[in-house]
Every structure is written in structure tokens, then in C-alpha cells.
């Protein structure tokens, strides 16, 4: 399948890009990696792509204060690699390394995969479990989104359809992993949990147990109350609506989700 | 129409596309270079791997239009004048290859892979190939053979 056709354009700047957005239907393109399947499926049939992937001032990592800040477009490989993130934030590239395969990371970038906000998507379990800072920029110029408000929905963010992410913004953590289980190598995650030790709290995140990322507040309450990592994952299921489809049953989610929380705080 | 200008296999070309056509299509069917192959056509199987600029790309997952500026090599471009490509030596060496319609994704990724890493562990090689599929059950051979033109400096 090829998609349907549209018109390009390509943004010289964020600015731009934002001026471009006002057209009919228009839609971002970064990478590609999560919105070209969905265009040659025809899931999607935006009048016009605006092709943000040359905005290569938006492709760093650097510390900000108490904070790192990502620049949307920096790509999953950079990800992997980064110096800052490996010693501040290893949590982001331990997910980064299990989206997809290397040449999907040489082209996905953490703002599309984000604002893609595929409900099985990695990075932004890691994002909400951090609580990151998601800033975006529009007409009106620029605003900052907390994590816990960007995952409106399957594939639904806060974004208003003139607004692109350019930066997420994430706290240094003590320490942090991404645990992963899909059916094959290269698959969407099937169940994927966050889990990390900020400021001597424990936050844990849950891909694939709900319509968006989930938080398993349950589990940081007890670990908060000084339960074992056993007792506490035990609370994994709650608040959570896990999908039955063709890689696992809700069920067989259900007690996954369980085990690999266990497990992540054993690693914590 | 959209206008290109692009290098493959250190050629330079200047093309009209229409922004819909895939990096694949447009290397297969307006330049003619039709070793690289089209699998899955969902941007699973990695018989379609290129590299830009250097890194491994899946080419029908890819928009001809997103290449523009920058340097393509396919299967094509890898073999000098003085021969196979190394690792294109050791597919052929180590018998990496049945059908061999794979064949030209995963000497790609392998490429992509030993630029990255020269001396790579064999789990290291397994997991960078994770995006490459193989029916005919040859990833034993195709470990190996990676392994090798690693050992001879590919």
C-alpha cells in the first residue's frame, strides 16, 4: 500500500511549522516511523505533511538546572547513546533500546513517538512515570504540559492541532529500567513497565494495561508505606483496563503487568 | 510534484516525485536499482534496508522527499573495484544466504551495524539484526557471517 496523496511542505523552523500547521488537515512528520505505516495503511489521509525532520536544533540533551531537557526531535539512537541520560535518566534510554529495531531508532524521535501517543508506545509510559514536563508551541506561543495531562486518549494528546512538542523535560533520577515483554523481537510491547526512584520515591508506569500510559499508583502507595516489592506489585491491576487482542488476553496481561512490576523493583 | 536532489551510491541525481512515492519505489522504479527488495511492506521484515547517511533504514518506511539532501546506498553501492564488500564476502564465504531475497537488507544492517560497532558480541550481532527477517531459517550462517567480516575489518 502507498498512502493517499498530500501536499508537502517543509518547516524551515518551529515558527514555521507552526504557521504551516493553520492549513487544512495538516499533520506533523518527524521521522515517519509511527505515522508513514498509518498513511499507507490510510488510517490517516492528512491534506498536507508538515515535515519537521530537518529541524536539527531540535536534536539535543542537556541539563537544565535539576532538570534534563530532550529536544523533541532527538531520535530513539541518540537516545541509546546519550552521556547525560546515562548518567541521570538511564531510565529513557533502557526504554529507547527496545522500540522497534536499529533502523527504526535511526529515524523514530521521542516528540512523534510521543504525540503519537500509541497506547503500546514505550516512551511515554517513561514520561508519565517521571512526570515530565512536555512543552509545545503554538499560535499563542509556548506552553508546558505535564505528562499526567498529555495521554488524553488512544492515540489523543493535549495537543491542539496547531501546537508541535518541542522539548520534554525530565527530572534526574536515582534510578530507574524499563521492562518490556512482546511476542516477538521488534514488537510493540505487549505489557511494558517503568519504574523509577526520584527524589527517594518510587514511581512505576504501565504500557498496554489502558487506552493511554497508566501510573500504578497502587503499588507506589504501598512501596510508600514500606511493603516489599512483592506485596506492593500485587496492587499492579488497579485502576488499570487491560485490552484483550491477538498478542495476550486482558487476563494474561493482567498477571504479567504483576510480575514484571515485581520485578523492575527488584531492579530499582 | 516535489523536486529532489539526492547521492546514491555516490552518484548524484535530481528527480521529480510526487511526496507520496516511498524511498523503496522511488529507488526501484525511477533509478532501476532494483536489489533492494520489497518484503512485508509493513516496515517489519527489512528486505528493503538502506542506508542514509550512513545509518540502516527501512526504505519502504521512508518518503523519497524525507531523502532529499542526503546520501542513499543501496545493495548496489557497497562493492568497490576492488570486489565484494567485505561483508558481502562473508555472506557469500559463510553461506548466509538459501533464497537470499533477504539478502540485501541484512548485508545493509550489517553494514549500519559494524560502523556502529566494529567488534560486536555475537548477542550484540543478534540484536542488531532484530529488524531483519529471515524464512529460510539462515540466521546461524548470517551470525557468522557478520562475525567475520567483522574479524576481517569490514
Known amino acids: 500500500m502507498i498512502p493517499a496523496p498530500f501536499e508537502y511542505e517543509r518547516a524551515g523552523s518551529v ?4 504557521e504551516l500547521l493553520a ?17 499507507r495503511l490510510r488510517f490517516a489521509r492528512p491534506a498536507t505533511l508538515v515535515d519537521v525532520g530537518r529541524l536539527d536544533d531540535l536534536r539535543y540533551v542537556r541539563e537544565d538546572g535539576d532538570r534534563i531537557a530532550i529536544g523533541a526531535l532527538t531520535r530513539h539512537a541518540e537516545l541509546v547513546r546519550d552521556p547525560v541520560l546515562a548518567r541521570h535518566c538511564a531510565v529513557i534510554p533502557h526504554a529507547a533500546a527496545h522500540i522497534g529495531d536499529p ?14 501517543a500509541d497506547p503500546a508506545g514505550d516512551l511515554g509510559t517513561v514520561l508519565l512515570t517521571l512526570d515530565a514536563e512536555l512543552v509545545a508551541r503554538g499560535p499563542g506561543g509556548e506552553r508546558t504540559i505535564p505528562a499526567s495531562e498529555f495521554f488524553t486518549g488512544p492515540f489523543q ?3 491542539a492541532s496547531q501546537e508541535m512538542l518541542t522539548e520534554i523535560r525530565v ?6 529500567t524499563y521492562l518490556k515483554l512482546a511476542r516477538r523481537s521488534a514488537d510493540w510491547a505487549t505489557v511494558g513497565v517503568a519504574a523509577a526512584r526520584v527524589d527517594g520515591r518510587v514511581q512505576v508506569g504501565l504500557t498496554s494495561m489502558g487506552m493511554t500510559p497508566l501510573r500504578a499508583r497502587g503499588v507506589e502507595e504501598s512501596l510508600a508505606g514500606g511493603a516489599s516489592a512483592a506485596d506492593a506489585a500485587a496492587r499492579t491491576g488497579e485502576g488499570t483496563d487491560p485490552p484483550g487482542d491477538v498478542s495476550a488476553s486482558s487476563e494474561y496481561r493482567a498477571h504479567l503487568a504483576g510480575v514484571l512490576v515485581r520485578r523492575a523493583l527488584e531492579q530499582l | 510534484m516535489t523536486r529532489i536532489s539526492l547521492t546514491v551510491n555516490g552518484e548524484s541525481h535530481e528527480a521529480e516525485v510526487e511526496p507520496r512515492t516511498l524511498l523503496v519505489y522511488f529507488l526501484r522504479e525511477q533509478l532501476g536499482l532494483k536489489g533492494t527488495n520489497v518484503g512485508c511492506d509493513t516496515s517489519s521484515c527489512g528486505a528493503c534496508t538502506v542506508l542514509v547517511d550512513g545509518e540502516s533504514v527501512k526504505s519502504c518506511n521512508q518518503l523519497a522527499v524525507q531523502a532529499d539532501g542526503c546520501e542513499v546506498t543501496t545493495i548496489e553501492g557497497l562493492a568497490g573495484g576492488g570486489g565484494l ?15 537470499g531475497y533477504c539478502t540485501p537488507g541484512f548485508v545493509m544492517a550489517s553494514v549500519s551495524l559494524l560502523t556502529e560497532n566494529p567488534n560486536p558480541s555475537e548477542e550484540e550481532i543478534r540484536q542488531a539484526l532484530e529488524g531483519n527477517l529471515c524464512r529460510c531459517t539462515g540466521y546461524h550462517n548470517i551470525v557468522e557471517a557478520v562475525q567475520a567480516a567483522a574479524r576481517a575489518g569490514a
Do not use: M, N, W, Y
Open chain 1, 23 to 39: 492549513g487544512d488537515d495538516a499533520k506533523l512528520l518527524a521521522g515517519g516511523q509511527s505515522l508513514i505505516p498509518v498513511l
Open chain 1, 171 to 176: 527530572p534526574a533520577v536515582e534510578a530507574g
Open chain 1, 15 to 18: 515558527d514555521h511549522a507552526v
Open chain 2, 85 to 99: 564488500h567485505p561483508v558481502q564476502q562473508a555472506f557469500h564465504e559463510k553461506h548466509a544466504l538459501q533464497c
Open chain 1, 103 to 116: 533502523q527504526v531508532r535511526h529515524r523514530g524521535t521521542i516528540g512523534g513517538s510521543v504525540a503519537h
Open chain 1, 157 to 159: 494528546t493535549a495537543l
